[in-house]
């Protein structure tokens, strides 16, 4: 546009169109809108090296990192997926939140896998020194109760199925995983920690979709924890 303007402008000079004074009034009107258009390219090129900028610095751990587990988001994946993994030291206050929904959703159909410490072994001995307020004797306690209401009898028919194994290690994180063979398969790491309350574990998602290298990475440590475990008890 500003480019017409002054060629039309220059046009009309040569050819004696125009007065000086129109001229130079049109001259300096293509000048202001130059002085324009380069002010708001400058100001266009600012914000993109910004944004280029925010982009490549490294994001804060923040934005990253929660210090919970969504307690819904959990539900609706034990309801609504085909397969569900959990694993953890003894999933104490998950086992015992979401028994109903398990057990229910076993009964639907659902295919679930519980990796957990072995009960009375050492590696539990192991992870009452690094909880709080916990025995290796109360924690293998609650552990095996918990299991035992799991795995009790289902009225009706169970048409999925129910797997729990034990480990002979402490592991270093809890991992809950829904529909984890499929495109839209989801894993939440919860990175175990020092005598710290539950709520103030660092915890984080993956995504085949979003993060296809780590989700394959931490998708094949827990099968390869899972292979290496010994079977526990089934449903049904």
């Given at each position: 546009m500003t480019l017409i303007a002054a060629v039309t402008f220059g046009i009309l000079g040569l050819v004696g169109k125009a007065s000086q004074e129109v001229i130079t009034s049109g001259i300096l009107a293509v000048l202001a809108l130059v002085g324009f258009s380069l002010l708001r390219m400058r100001s266009q090129g600012e914000r993109i090296s910004k944004s280029l900028t925010?982009?490549?610095?490294?994001?804060?751990?923040?934005?990253?990192?929660?210090?919970?587990?969504?307690?819904?988001?959990i539900r609706e994946m034990i309801s609504s997926s085909r397969e569900v993994w959990l694993h953890g030291w003894t999933?104490?206050?998950?086992?015992?939140?979401?028994?109903?929904?398990?057990?229910?959703?076993?009964?639907?159909?659902?295919?679930?896998?519980?990796l957990v410490i072995e009960p009375n072994s050492p590696a539990m001995s192991?992870?009452?020194?690094?909880?709080?307020?916990?025995?290796?004797s109360e924690l293998s306690s609650n552990l095996e109760a918990n299991l035992r209401r799991l795995v009790s009898p289902i009225t009706g028919?169970?048409?999925?199925?129910?797997?729990?194994?034990?480990?002979?290690?402490?592991?270093?994180?809890?991992?809950?995983?829904?529909?984890?063979?499929?495109e839209k398969g989801k894993i939440v790491m919860r990175i175990a920690t020092f005598r710290a309350d539950h709520w103030q574990r660092p915890t984080f998602t993956v995504t085949r979709q979003n993060d296809p290298?780590?989700?394959?990475?931490?998708?094949?440590?827990?099968?390869?924890?899972?292979?290496?475990?010994?079977?526990?008890?089934?449903?049904?």
């Open positions: 925010e982009i490549s610095a490294r994001p804060s751990a923040d934005r990253f990192f929660s210090e919970v587990d969504d307690r819904d988001e999933l104490g206050i998950h086992l015992v939140s979401y028994a109903d929904e398990i057990r229910r959703a076993v009964a639907r159909g659902l295919h679930i896998r519980i192991i992870a009452a020194s690094e909880a709080e307020n916990h025995s290796a028919a169970v048409s999925g199925k129910l797997e729990i194994r034990t480990l002979s290690h402490v592991p270093h994180n809890t991992v809950i995983a829904s529909d984890p063979s499929t290298g780590w989700y394959e990475f931490f998708k094949a440590q827990f099968d390869k924890k899972w292979e290496s475990a010994n079977p526990y008890a089934s449903l049904p």
